[in-house]
Nanobody, 122 residues
Framework: QVQLAQSGGGLVQAGGSLKLSCAVTGRVFDSTALGWFRQAPGNEREFIAA??????NTRHADSVKGRFTISRDKDTVYLQMNNLRPEDTAVYYCAASYALSGATMANQYTHWGQGTQVTVSS
């Protein structure tokens, strides 16, 4: 089992920055993928970024590449979000996957954080 506790999020103006945190406890291995997803009302859950617990093999969605960065420090995974846009408004989730490859689809993830709202005003 993996437990994920999220913090961060909130309201920010367009062009601003936020940093989301996800504290990880439980059974994680170097190959475990930690990912960030988001879901806006009426939309499907969207992959944002992922990182292996070993710290390598990061991936970012094209929609956030160059603006968002996933990282890990000890038992916490972060999502640094810069140059935020109103279309980034959503509930953001961190998640854990034991999939050995890919790990860009929500159905590959078996453990989820509680979600946190990010709202970007124009």
């Amino acid at each position: 089992q993996v437990q994920l506790a999220q913090s961060g999020g909130g309201l920010v103006q367009a062009g601003g920055s936020l940093k989301l945190s996800c504290a990880v406890t439980g059974r994680v291995f170097d190959s475990t993928a930690l990912g960030w997803f988001r879901q806006a009302p009426g939309n499907e859950r969207e992959f944002i970024a992922a990182i292996r617990w070993s710290g390598g093999n990061t991936r970012h969605a094209d929609s956030v590449k160059g603006r968002f960065t996933i990282s890990r420090d000890k038992d916490t995974v972060y999502l640094q979000m810069n140059n935020l846009r109103p279309e980034d408004t959503a509930v953001y989730y961190c998640a854990a996957s034991y999939a050995l490859s890919g790990a860009t689809m929500a159905n590959q993830y078996t453990h989820w954080g509680q979600g946190t709202q990010v709202t970007v005003s124009s």
